[in-house]
């Protein structure tokens, strides 16, 4: 069974910083791998896609890396702003489309 | 694009209740997922249905859940009868051919 770990699960930084966000996985047999923003009591956003064959997407400010072979993505931010504050969830997808997801990092950016 | 839609978007029922979520797709997509997330269980997914067909239900906690999709425009997610440990957010998200989740307002279910 996939499991999905995010580390930290809390970080707080001041605006300016660039900052990275850690996920693995335990199953490198994934179809894809996606990056998610969560602000409070609101739903998910789609911040990029990895497809497996990739190595990385970028997207303005952000930047994803996948490594399947040791079943890690990084998300960084670059220049962070009080405005990326929110939760950013990491899911990844097998070949039956569902998506397992980590807890999530709760990402605090001060001004 | 409007997005996927889904209503409404807050329910508070009373324990016994029957409560329906419904959902609205992007056009196009062809799979549609019904997601629930809770505090102390996260994300998890519920059930998943391609070109209107359930093809993983395995996630569904209970025989009082129960999902239908009657055309590639609209799903519904049932519960009956409803229980206080069944309050949570239910997502609805769809997907097109690359596979790039996208994701509902989702609804937030209070059983009393």
């Known amino acids: 069974k996939q499991e999905v770990t995010q580390i930290p699960a809390a970080l707080s930084v001041p605006e300016g910083e660039n900052l990275v966000l850690n996920c693995s996985f335990t199953?490198?047999?994934?179809?894809?791998l996606q990056w998610f923003r969560q602000d409070p009591g609101k739903g998910l956003t789609s911040l990029l896609l990895?497809?497996?064959?990739?190595r990385e997407q970028t997207s303005g400010r952000l930047n994803a890396s996948l490594d399947k072979s040791s079943g890690r993505s990084t998300l960084y931010i670059a220049a962070s702003q009080p405005g990326d504050s929110a939760t950013y969830l990491c899911a990844v997808s097998g070949s039956a489309r569902q998506l397992t997801f980590g807890s999530g990092t709760q990402l605090t950016v001060l001004p | 694009d409007a997005g996927v839609i889904q209503s409404p978007r807050h329910e508070v029922t009373e324990m016994g209740q029957e409560v329906t979520l419904r959902c609205k797709p992007i056009s196009g997509h062809d799979y549609l997922f019904w997601y629930r997330q809770t505090m102390m269980r996260g994300l998890e997914l519920l059930i998943y249905?391609?070109?209107?067909?359930?093809?993983?239900d395995s996630g569904m906690p209970e025989d009082r859940f129960s999902a239908k999709m009657p055309n590639a425009s609209f799903s519904t997610l049932k519960i009956q009868p409803s229980e206080p440990r069944d309050s949570a957010v239910y997502f609805c998200?769809?997907?097109?051919?690359?596979?790039?989740?996208?994701f509902g307002p989702g609804t937030r279910l209070t059983v009393l």
């Open positions: 199953d490198s047999a994934i179809y894809n």
């Open positions: 990895i497809q497996s064959s990739q």
């Open positions: 998200a769809s997907s097109g051919l690359a596979n790039e989740q996208f």
């Open positions: 249905f391609n070109n209107n067909v359930p093809i993983d």
